[in-house]
């Protein structure tokens, strides 16, 4: 039996990179000259903190971040935006979750997705990974595309590895 694994990860290198060219140019920037805040990477909860003066700068600050995530070739759904803002003292505050592994609800939906479209294959959850079982590997492809044509209404980035025939 042909498989293979539908997974979601961030490289913590390549996302960690794209920060620190965000520093960076928060710093160059004229508009964010002698202003408090910036960027916090927190590795242990997968998360990054904003913090600036005013939610109009916070907005700027996600949109100079969502580029560098994009120019290191990561995919800008792996950020998760949906947070509030929270005041902290002088400070705005806002924490960006960093979309890794696939929740329940979104590994039925693409179970779903899968069984919809009436291909001969059999997909398990398997923690925050789905796998894809198939006779042949033409029906495994078929179901990656699949999946690729349908990553907008999914809104999470999907990688597929461990192939195996």
Do not use: H, W
């Amino acid at each position: 039996m042909a498989s293979f694994d539908i997974v979601s990860k961030v490289d913590p290198q390549t996302l960690e990179n794209a920060v620190n060219t965000a520093k960076k140019e928060l710093q160059t920037r004229y508009d964010f000259r002698d202003t408090k805040g910036g960027y916090e990477l927190n590795k242990s909860d997968n998360s990054i903190e904003l913090s600036s003066e005013n939610s109009m700068k916070i907005k700027a600050m996600e949109d100079i971040l969502m580029g560098r995530v994009i120019k290191q070739g990561l995919d800008a759904t792996c950020l998760d935006y949906s947070a509030d803002e929270k005041p902290s003292g002088a400070l705005v505050k806002k924490t960006l979750k960093v979309r890794a592994g696939i929740e329940k609800d979104l590994s039925r939906q693409i179970q779903k997705l899968i069984k919809d479209s009436k291909l001969k294959v059999e997909a398990q959850i398997q923690g925050d990974q789905l796998r894809v079982t198939a006779k042949k590997i033409d029906d495994l492809q078929a179901v990656i595309t699949l999946l690729r044509a349908n990553a907008a209404t999914l809104g999470q980035p999907l990688q597929f590895v461990n192939m195996k025939s």
